[in-house]
């Protein structure tokens, strides 16, 4: 399993902006995708975006054009920019990487959006 931490969560009022990092145990050039994925209270998980390691990305609709995931290798760290927050993206958010052999999860971390 690959260790994913999450951290950037926090509360923020609707229209505003945060940016999530998730750091991670290994070269995230040698894994296969990275995403994120959030949790709201009493909904399923849901997928948000990920990112392949060749650089190809994919958002939900519900995020797209607002939100941005992107990957810096030199720090093993992937991110999402969250823009134009409204109430509907409050949730745990989290990473999600898939290698040749496993998927792994972080933690999560709290995304409250309220004014």
């Known amino acids: 399993q690959v260790q994913l931490v999450e951290s950037g969560g926090g509360v923020v009022q609707p229209g505003g902006s945060l940016r999530l990092s998730c750091a991670a145990s290994?070269?995230?050039?040698?894994?296969?995708?990275m995403g994120w994925y959030r949790q709201a209270p009493g909904k399923q998980r849901e997928f948000v975006a990920h990112?392949?390691?060749?650089?190809?990305?994919t958002y939900a609709d519900s995020v797209k054009g607002r939100f941005a995931i992107s990957s810096d290798n030199a720090k093993n760290t992937l991110y999402l920019q969250m823009n134009s927050l409204n109430s509907e993206d409050t949730a745990v958010y989290y990473c999600?990487?898939?290698?040749?052999?496993?998927?792994?999860w972080g933690p999560g971390t709290q995304v409250t959006v309220s004014s």
């Open positions: 999600y990487a898939r290698s040749a052999i496993v998927s792994s």
């Open positions: 990112i392949t390691s060749g650089g190809p990305t």
């Open positions: 290994v070269s995230i050039s040698s894994l296969l995708v």
